[in-house]
């Protein structure tokens, strides 16, 4: 028969107590850690799919700015060129297409509706030298706000290129089919390099800060499968 002094009994119950905690805290943070782990991970009806895109012809782009003394306005006067590009789309609180395609605009194609503007503009744009604006497209994304997109891109005037965000405003859809979207975006003519010109004496000075307003037409479908 074993006979426990009161010592040993008291750090038996102690043992036995901390033991207790220990298994109690242990189920505890497991339980946690079970909660935490469903949460994390995505959703099961969370769907990546694969969109077929064109842009259209349709599209459209001006370019408005300023002087001291008025304003100008130049619009894209040739068609776009219809591009196709695969887009892969995911269904969370966060819609995103990711894409990567890229729109060129030729600068001899902007009319400012004046012939002595058209040529100011661009000598502004170093036409000689950059013939080409490009506009990068990485991808487009909402929200649940199904009106108001933005279109992640990087933009290319003369020298410089930058990462812009494109604000974009959903005129009118159906479902996958057209999406008519529309926007603008400010710009510093010399972020991109671009020293604007004064003429006549410094009577006559060009702002540096332009505002690119745009529209894309966008056909959207799901593609099809190989």
């Known amino acids: 028969m074993v006979i426990l002094t009161e010592s040993c009994l008291r750090q038996l119950l102690h043992s036995n107590h901390l033991h207790r905690i220990k298994v109690k805290l242990l189920a505890v943070f497991l339980t946690i850690a079970f909660f935490s782990l469903g949460h994390s991970q995505p959703n099961s009806n969370t769907e990546v799919q694969n969109v077929s ?66 040529k100011e503009f661009r000598e502004l744009l170093q036409v000689e030298e950059y013939p080409v604006i490009s506009i990068q497209l990485e991808g487009f994304y909402y929200h649940q706000d199904l009106c108001n997109w933005m279109a992640k891109s990087k933009v290319r005037i003369a020298k410089e290129e930058k990462a812009i965000d494109l604000p974009l405003m959903v005129q009118s859809q159906s479902g996958y089919g057209l999406k008519i979207t529309e926007g603008s975006v400010a710009l510093n003519l010399e972020d991109f390099g671009i020293t604007p010109p004064v003429k006549f004496g410094g009577l006559v000075k060009v702002d540096q800060h332009v505002e690119v307003a745009y529209e894309f037409h966008l056909l959207m479908k799901p593609a099809t499968s190989p």
């Open 53 to 118: 895109v064109c842009l259209l012809p349709s599209s459209a782009i001006s370019i408005d700015g300023k002087t001291n003394v008025n304003r100008f306005s130049c619009s894209y006067t040739c068609p776009f060129d219809t591009l196709f590009f695969p887009m892969s789309a995911r269904d969370d609180q966060e819609k995103s297409f990711v894409c990567r395609e890229e729109i060129e605009l030729k600068v001899m194609f902007f009319d400012c509706g004046i012939a002595m503007m058209n």
